[in-house]
């Protein structure tokens, strides 16, 4: 016979997990690990969420992109989700998660927050008035599929104005721009190094406000054939 050391149930009286009975267990262990901060992305033109894309909001498709969020380590663990408060300036929720832990089943219920960022999507950053901060210029080969490609990684960068505004068709390629010069840096970067582009980076001063000098970053990628 089991006795727990915490108190004093027996084994004939509450399953045990290990040295403990199940309660004093899940006292002493987090079984569930909601992320500290947890921020969705949404877009106040359209109303959609960015999860892995953009899409409708639902809370289908809220609790899909939490269950991704939150680890477990229960077996087979099934997490359920409600909503007590969505609106634009955060979401609670609270969850039942279910599983098992050395052949026990346990339940655990708890609760969260989700901070919601806002900011225009890229179909409404494109709509809304072609602000931006970079071009980046695709020349070379495959300039269709490779401005593509660019345009869908700098809008899966953080940055609130990483969009493409506008997309340009010119003889020698196409011109993306795009609303964060940082985000248009990093992917240029990226895609110099992945595709063996070279990678021309210049800036022109575009004002002078209160001292300090706003600059246009264009990178011009040339892919090799
Ligand atoms: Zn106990
Ligand atoms: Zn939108």
Same mark, same amino acid.
């Given at each position: 016979m089991k006795v727990c /050391? =915490?108190? +004093? =149930?027996? %084994? *004939? *009286?509450? /399953? !045990?997990? +290990? !040295?403990f009975c199940r309660d004093c267990y899940l006292k002493e262990h987090q079984l569930v690990h909601v992320p500290k901060s947890l921020k969705i992305r949404y877009c106040p033109r359209c109303e959609r969420i960015y999860t892995d894309r953009w899409h409708e909001f639902s809370l289908e498709a809220l609790s899909e992109w939490l269950r991704k969020k939150i680890k477990t380590d229960m077996e087979g663990a099934q997490i359920s989700f409600s909503f007590p408060e969505v609106s634009e300036d955060g979401i609670s929720f609270l969850y039942v998660a279910r599983g098992v832990v050395e052949g026990v089943p346990v339940e655990l219920k708890g609760e969260g927050q989700i901070k919601v960022e806002k900011q225009l999507c890229p179909r409404c950053a =494109? &709509?809304?008035g072609g602000y931006y901060e970079a071009i980046i210029q695709v020349r070379g080969a495959d300039v269709q599929r490779m401005a593509d490609l660019i345009a869908h990684s700098v809008e899966? &960068? /953080? %940055?609130k104005f990483a969009f493409v505004s506008k997309v340009v068709y010119r003889r020698e390629g196409i011109d993306l721009y795009v609303g964060s010069r940082k985000a248009a840096d990093r992917v240029a970067k990226r895609f110099e190094k992945r595709y063996g582009a070279k990678l021309v980076r210049s800036h022109t001063l575009v004002t002078e406000k209160n001292g300090k000098r706003l600059y246009r970053l264009t990178v011009a990628l040339h892919f090799p054939e």
């Amino acid at each position: 016979m089991k006795v727990c /050391p =915490r108190c +004093g =149930r027996t %084994d *004939e *009286e509450v /399953p !045990f997990i +290990g !040295f403990f009975c199940r309660d004093c267990y899940l006292k002493e262990h987090q079984l569930v690990h909601v992320p500290k901060s947890l921020k969705i992305r949404y877009c106040p033109r359209c109303e959609r969420i960015y999860t892995d894309r953009w899409h409708e909001f639902s809370l289908e498709a809220l609790s899909e992109w939490l269950r991704k969020k939150i680890k477990t380590d229960m077996e087979g663990a099934q997490i359920s989700f409600s909503f007590p408060e969505v609106s634009e300036d955060g979401i609670s929720f609270l969850y039942v998660a279910r599983g098992v832990v050395e052949g026990v089943p346990v339940e655990l219920k708890g609760e969260g927050q989700i901070k919601v960022e806002k900011q225009l999507c890229p179909r409404c950053a =494109r &709509e809304s008035g072609g602000y931006y901060e970079a071009i980046i210029q695709v020349r070379g080969a495959d300039v269709q599929r490779m401005a593509d490609l660019i345009a869908h990684s700098v809008e899966k &960068e /953080p %940055d609130k104005f990483a969009f493409v505004s506008k997309v340009v068709y010119r003889r020698e390629g196409i011109d993306l721009y795009v609303g964060s010069r940082k985000a248009a840096d990093r992917v240029a970067k990226r895609f110099e190094k992945r595709y063996g582009a070279k990678l021309v980076r210049s800036h022109t001063l575009v004002t002078e406000k209160n001292g300090k000098r706003l600059y246009r970053l264009t990178v011009a990628l040339h892919f090799p054939e």
